[in-house]
């Protein structure tokens, strides 16, 4: 497992921006495909994004796909999402998650890593 630590949420109007980081430490980050995933008050974790190792491949959410990105520099353990054009659903806990594996994944159960989660809250 890699230790993972998101910042960047916060409060924003709709129709603003937000990056959030992950950094992660521990055990190498090589050979990880990471993930954001987001939980709503009263609802289940949903996947997000996704990258894989070598960044090569990305994967989205269908409410998010042209809004938001994922990235990583893998230099500096850390995996970016950056969000555009966001609207009050958007608002839930956006948690960080890491998975063993040259591939990628959408399933929480895939992931054996994850962060404490940050905050993000879009008003109208």
């Known amino acids: 497992q890699v230790q993972l630590v998101e910042s960047g949420g916060g409060l924003v109007q709709a129709g603003g921006s937000l990056r959030l980081s992950c950094a992660a430490s521990?055990?190498?980050?090589?050979?990880?495909?990471m993930g954001w995933f987001r939980q709503a008050p009263g609802k289940e974790r949903a996947f997000v994004a996704v990258?894989?190792?070598?960044?090569?491949?990305?994967y989205y959410a269908d409410s998010v796909k042209g809004r938001f990105a994922i990235s990583r520099n893998n230099a500096k353990n850390t995996v970016y999402l950056q969000m555009n054009s966001l609207k009050p659903e958007d608002t839930a806990i956006y948690y960080c998650?890491?998975?063993?594996?040259?591939?990628?994944?959408?399933?929480?159960?895939?992931?054996?890593?994850w962060g404490q989660g940050t905050q993000v809250t879009v008003s109208s």
């Open positions: 998650a890491g998975g063993p594996g040259w591939g990628t994944s959408q399933s929480v159960t895939d992931f054996d890593s």
């Open positions: 521990g055990r190498t980050f090589s050979g990880y495909f």
């Open positions: 990258i894989s190792w070598s960044g090569g491949r990305t």
